[in-house]
């Protein structure tokens, strides 16, 4: 895979259950990937998840919203794991 080499990967909901697991595994590949994180932080995101990824040089943290187009410039991938995981919330507006 070292077409892969150095790519930047964005990962929105980077804070929730599964976007804490897939940033950090993202950042152990050889690949030696970029990641950037966006998550707005809402009741689901927990920022001290990934605070020991701060000290990452292939890691960045974007405290906003996947829709802000400077959050999302210059990726070649991007990786959604920002959902509503409660089927009450959800059903209430889908």
């Excluded at 930047?8 to 050889?30: A, E, H, K, W, Y």
Aim: charged fraction near 20%; aromatic fraction near 8%.
């Amino acid at each position: 895979m070292t077409q892969d080499r150095g790519k930047t990967l964005l990962v929105t909901g980077g804070c929730g259950f599964i976007g804490t697991n897939l940033v950090r595994f993202l950042l152990n590949r050889p690949e030696g990937w970029r990641v950037v994180n966006v998550d707005s932080l809402t009741y689901a995101g927990n920022r001290v998840s990934l605070a020991a990824a701060d000290d990452n040089p292939n890691f960045r943290f974007v405290h906003g919203d996947v829709r802000n187009a400077e959050a999302v410039d210059a990726v070649e991938a991007i990786l959604a794991d920002g959902v509503d995981a409660t089927m009450g919330r959800f059903n209430a507006g889908p």
